[in-house]
């Protein structure tokens, strides 16, 4: 048996760089192009183009120091930079891009990054929300037009998507990924990549996308950002890396490593994930760039003494550019001029860089992203607006619904808008908003005043408020607990109402980078606002803003219906009121469980049997003896204002070879009276593997439309290919043996049926 592990030798073969080939970034005339260039370079020249800068004090990183702009405009003149970040708008780009091409020696355009995560001018919903539509076709179209926005403002680069898998809603960068779950994360992964790379990355609307974080950030230990990761080679090949792969193979030009260790070795000088997995195995031929600072801080992490050592454990690992640590450009020459680098290193790195340069027609006109009447036309462009009001309501989920009292009559007397939220245009943008401008959001009040017919009074109340003090990406916020002055004009308004809507859940920058949280609950004094409004008033929707799973405890028993809008973008008020107000009828799936209580975390769907699975009498199985061990809304789940019926799924053949496939089909009918879209789900389960597998993995999801009492069958192939794992042989392949295959509208809810690989 052979199982590669992790190892930290500075020792390295070259052996793992692919040839050139004809597809993806590589093609023969480029790489002449790309050999003639680095004949011409000096080493510093070199190293140069693996030191990328930000443009001035960001909020995205720590500040510089005095005299920092002017040294590193004097370097990009001497051609020792290579790319720029938060350098945005055509004019600006143009400016720094002038500095590179006409004060340099060789003329080599600088690359344009910028974290493009969820929109640039226009906002869509944050990535976890964007996820929930189970829609890759939305999200492809979502990263077109930030795409497209971003490119008109002169960014070639966006450090998107964010892949990691996490089944810890405590970690605050959940919001930036697709869930819990690695196949929907490899769909989503894929089609993020396609929406910002376009078919041909030199057109003039399209950026190059980056992959991140390689790898296992999401599984940071206690759900602490930047915290340690260990994990078996097993996890990391069949949990955490497929999404990567999928990025990998829809062609995503970058890479960005993470900040976590993974098993006491820093992600940013790990050669097992970078030189022998990425670029051996995958034969990735674009290149990788550090998070911000994360080679200088592999010193903190105590895998090396200085930043010169950690220059050199970042290069031999196979990290290609140094994201503001300077390590490159203070140290890298002279480590290859003492022969503690290999040359050969280098010349590889600065040719992945070039390459992405020429793909994006960098050398063909350096100032091609940078017009502004162009910036001018694109961002203006109406039909952004529309694509983000159509992708929020997508993508938000009906958790409950008591007694029907969603879909709300738009034509009612009165309706009570209520919460910290209720009338906030910021929060709606979310964390990671590129340039989406502040307060621009349609407020769900807005949204809501927009919908309702021209008799129905909208009164408003805030309640409470959420947080106070400074709110951006530095500050740590300060929430308000004292404050019950607005309670009781919220409960009169509650009190004379016929429907009561209450916004709560989490201020903007709760969540994202820095933004763990030990208390995942309704934080502040919203909670004591929903008791008093409840009591007042049983007809209440509660609409949750969030950027992570919330633990509801008491609102999750008591609210009679409660709607997952996560951080919804610039159209979220109006996407949510064609929910409440039943114009567009909830399809939208968790992308990752709700849990009952923080202390169940980290959890998943896809656990493992145990030895010990129960349930049986007593406590001797693996269980928690004050609640129960499932989450409170699983993975996938997601009510309609109609209903769905299953029937038992069939398999085409109860067993099937190694090259062959088998048919699942099940029938799924609209038991309700309204249209509704059902994500229909394929799971399936190993039972006796080489490795123990998961109870459950999602292989497959359909969105279905029906009508008011129509059927349809629903089918998927299942080939003996969709069934590999990483083995206990170090191999993906599928094993031979008996399987489960189940059918159902969530995680939880299934039927199934049986076959066998032989």
């Known amino acids: 048996m052979h199982v590669v592990r992790f190892v930290g030798a500075l020792a390295v073969s070259l052996a793992f760089i692919p040839v050139a080939g004809a597809d993806g970034l590589v093609n023969p005339a480029t ?20 030191n990328q800068y930000s443009s001035a004090f960001d909020v995205t990183g720590p500040p510089p120091s005095a005299g920092y702009q002017k040294v590193m405009y004097d370097q990009i003149r001497q051609g020792l930079v290579g790319s720029m970040i938060n350098v945005t708008g055509a004019e600006a780009t143009r400016q720094m891009q002038r500095l590179a091409v006409e004060g340099s020696r060789l003329r080599i355009p600088l690359i344009f990054g910028l974290d493009v995560i969820h929109g640039y001018r226009t906002a869509f919903p944050i990535p976890l929300g964007e996820a929930a539509s189970f829609d890759p076709g939305a999200i492809e179209q979502s990263a077109r037009i930030a ?40 769909q989503v992964a894929a089609a993020r990549v396609r929406g910002f790379q376009g078919r041909d990355l030199a057109a003039l609307d399209t950026i190059a996308a980056c992959a991140k974080h390689y790898a296992a950030y999401g599984f940071a230990q206690g759900g602490r950002d930047y915290n340690a990761v260990d994990m078996s080679e097993e996890t990391l090949r069949n949990v955490v890396l497929p999404p990567f792969k999928a990025a990998a193979e829809a062609g995503a030009a970058t890479f960005m490593n993470s900040f976590n260790e993974i098993a006491g070795i820093p992600s940013t000088g790990n050669a097992h994930l970078q030189r022998d997995i990425l670029k051996g195995e995958w034969g990735f031929q674009g290149f990788v760039v550090s998070d911000w600072g994360s080679i200088g801080e592999m010193v903190p992490h105590g895998f090396v003494e200085n930043l010169e050592q950690a220059a050199q454990r970042a290069i031999v690992a196979g990290s290609d550019m140094d994201m503001e640590s300077r390590a490159y450009v203070l140290h890298l020459a002279a480590l290859v001029k003492a022969g503690k680098v290999d040359a050969k290193l280098v010349d590889d790195a600065v040719r992945r860089v070039l390459r992405v340069k020429f793909a994006l027609g960098l050398f063909d006109d350096p100032y091609r992203y ?19 009001r159509d992708v929020a309501r997508k993508s938000i989920v009906l958790l409950k619904n008591e007694g029907g009292l969603l879909p709300l009559d738009k034509s009612a007397k009165t309706i009570a808008v209520i919460g910290p939220l209720a009338a906030d245009k910021d929060s709606p943008l979310g964390n990671w908003r590129a340039h989406a401008e502040s307060n621009s959001a349609v407020s769900l009040l807005e949204g809501v005043k927009a919908a309702v017919s021209s008799g129905t009074s909208v009164v408003y109340a805030e309640g409470v408020r959420l947080s106070t003090g400074a709110r951006n990406f530095g500050a740590r916020l300060t929430l308000d607990t004292t404050d019950r002055s607005g309670i009781p004009a919220a409960v009169e308004a509650a009190r004379a109402a016929d429907a009561v809507v209450v916004a709560v859940g989490e201020d903007a920058f709760q969540s994202g980078e820095g933004r763990s949280q030990a208390d995942i609950g309704l934080k502040g004094l919203q909670e004591e606002l929903l008791r008093a409004v409840i009591a007042a008033n049983k007809r209440v929707v509660v609409v949750l803003m969030s950027g992570r799973p919330l633990v509801l405890g008491w609102t999750g028993e008591n609210a009679p219906a409660i709607l997952e809008a996560w951080f ?17 009828n909830p399809s939208g799936k968790l992308p990752v469980g709700f849990p009952r209580h923080v202390g169940q975390l980290p959890m998943t769907y896809a656990h493992k049997s145990t030895g010990r699975p129960g349930p049986e009498p007593g406590v001797t199985w693996s269980s928690y003896n004050d609640m129960p061990n499932d989450p409170l809304y699983p993975f996938g789940y997601g009510l309609s204002y109609t209903t769905f019926s299953y029937s038992e799924p069939k398999v085409s053949a109860l067993e099937i070879g190694r090259d062959g496939s088998l048919r699942v089909s099940a029938t799924v009918t609209n038991t309700g009276k309204r249209a509704g879209t059902e994500v229909v789900q394929l799971y399936v389960r190993d039972l006796v593997g080489s490795l123990t597998r998961p109870v459950k993995e999602l292989k497959g999801f359909q969105k279905v439309a029906l009508a008011p009492g129509e059927s349809r069958e629903v089918a998927f192939t299942l080939a003996a290919k969709d069934l590999a794992f990483y083995t206990a042989s170090g191999r993906w392949e599928a094993e031979p043996g008996a399987f489960k295959v189940f059918v159902g509208g969530n995680s939880r809810d299934v039927r199934e049926a049986g076959f066998s690989l032989r």
């Open 31 to 50: 790489e002449k192009k790309i050999d003639a260039l680095i004949a011409q370079m000096t080493l510093e020249e070199k190293v140069g183009q693996l």
């Open 147 to 186: 795409a497209t926005e971003a490119a008109a403002a002169g960014v070639h680069w966006t450090f998107a998507p964010m892949v990691d898998i996490a089944w810890d809603a405590r970690w605050g960068r959940i919001m930036e990924g697709a869930g819990e779950d690695p196949f929907l994360g490899a």
């Open 370 to 388: 940078s017009d502004a009447a162009r910036e001018t036309q694109v961002l203006a462009d109406p039909s952004h607006a529309v694509a983000a």
């Open 568 to 584: 919804g973008g610039s159209q979220a008020g109006h996407a949510v009121a064609d929910v409440l107000f039943g114009e567009y």
